[in-house]
């Protein structure tokens, strides 16, 4: 049996049109086929039992979260030509770079995007570095997630802004 995203209790769901967003992006197989790391949601009210048993505080405007190595993004809150800049954001950014570049290599990341946000030019680089320092500002992020954050905003600002992540389709 094919599945392509599975709900929080398990039932195979698309939700509203983000699934068809995805599937469109990554291809007929999808990437996230086999690696088990996304669980899409139509509202926040449908993590409700799952945020009360885990402990969690979903704002009502979220858009994604990672929880344990897996993203969940809520498709309510997410606008149409967004979802993969979101999936990019949650998959790519904050389960992706941290498993996949050492330490050095992901601060040098960190460190290229702050760069990018104090560049005094009208460059894409300089677009993406504000738009992701002021969102990490807005979302008053703790101090402790803000590196994490600034990426993760960088990487979704640079879809946002029509850099596509190109590969084998």
Known sequence: RHTRFRNVTGVQTCALPICAELESALGEK???DSQNVLTIVDTVADLK???ATKKLQIPSNAK???YKERAYLIAENIGKG???GVMLH???AHIGFRNFFNNAQYNALVETVKRWGNLKDNSLEAKIGRAAKKRVESAKTPEADINDELLAYAV???FNAGVEPA???
């Open 90 to 92: 949650e998959v790519g």
């Open 167 to 169: 590969g084998d389709r």
């Open 49 to 51: 039992k799952f945020a």
């Open 64 to 66: 994604g979260f990672v």
């Open 156 to 158: 979704e600002e640079a």
């Open 30 to 32: 999808g990437l996230l």
């Open 82 to 84: 967004h979802a993969l």
